[in-house]
């Protein structure tokens, strides 16, 4: 089933699936923000698919033909551009999930605020050694990841951030999973392809480590609009 040109278009399925056969329950009410949500993924979802479509022309990553449909537009398949939509909608479904299920939340604004920290550390040690090295995928993710945790920590003082932290946790499930196909596990190749020489080189199974923190940034700035347009909705 895996070895197929539909690839792709099945693990978009797959992520999409649960998330919105139950966003019409009562109780989360995921429906009710939709309107925020696709605004949001409007923004941040088409930021990335422009980065995305110039690091493929660059080569910093491309994708291999076989598990494509056939049909993409400005150099990527139909599957990738479908990514930036089931990612953020299935991401933001755990993150009203964890609201419901924990209104006063797991964790506090203090130890976001500990967590911010830590980022902010590990991107700007990671961020200064990968533009030296020229590694241009680690230097853009976790440069643009400093910047915006920095802005949504200390300059908005965003108080969805524990909420967000407490729930990227429970999206890297999935992300293991879905990842790890497009990156080859279980498949005679791989969906998505990495140029190492643009990255670290360092891989949790089949999945460039860049991947968790790039992913962070696409759900922590679909939350950061999601959440300033339902205060105005």
């Known amino acids: 089933m895996l070895e197929t040109k539909w690839l792709y278009l099945i693990l978009n399925a797959f992520t999409i699936s649960f998330p919105l056969i139950r966003s019409f329950e009562s109780k989360v009410a995921y429906y009710k923000g939709f309107p925020s949500l696709f605004k949001s993924m409007a923004i941040v979802s088409g930021f990335f698919l422009v980065w995305d479509i110039w690091f493929t022309e660059m080569g910093v990553w491309g994708f291999t033909p076989e598990y494509l449909s056939g049909i993409g537009l400005f150099g990527l398949p139909l599957g990738e551009y479908l990514f930036f939509i089931t990612v953020?909608?299935?991401?933001?479904?755990?993150?009203?999930?964890?609201?419901?299920?924990?209104?006063?939340?797991?964790?506090?604004p203090?130890?976001?605020?500990?967590?911010?920290?830590?980022?902010?550390?590990?991107?700007?040690?990671?961020?200064?050694?990968?533009?030296?090295?020229?590694?241009?995928?680690?230097?853009?993710?976790?440069?643009?990841?400093?910047?915006?945790?920095?802005?949504?920590?200390?300059?908005?003082?965003?108080?969805?951030?524990?909420?967000?932290?407490?729930?990227?946790?429970?999206?890297?499930?999935?992300?293991?999973?879905?990842?790890?196909?497009l990156t080859g596990s279980f498949l005679a190749t791989q969906v998505v392809w990495y140029n190492n020489a643009e990255n670290l080189g360092i891989r949790l199974g089949t999945i460039p480590f860049e991947d968790i923190f790039y992913g962070m940034l696409l759900v922590m700035g679909t939350v950061h609009f999601y959440e300033k347009f339902e205060a105005t909705r």
């Open 88 to 108: 953020p909608f299935a991401c933001l479904f755990i993150y009203e999930c964890m609201r419901y299920f924990f209104p006063d939340g797991l964790l506090k």
């Open 110 to 181: 203090a130890g976001a605020k500990y967590v911010s920290t830590l980022l902010l550390l590990l991107c700007a040690a990671l961020g200064v050694y990968s533009v030296v090295k020229g590694l241009w995928y680690t230097g853009s993710t976790f440069v643009l990841l400093g910047l915006f945790t920095a802005y949504a920590q200390y300059v908005v003082k965003a108080d969805w951030l524990p909420r967000f932290y407490e729930s990227y946790l429970p999206c890297l499930v999935p992300f293991f999973i879905k990842n790890g196909v």
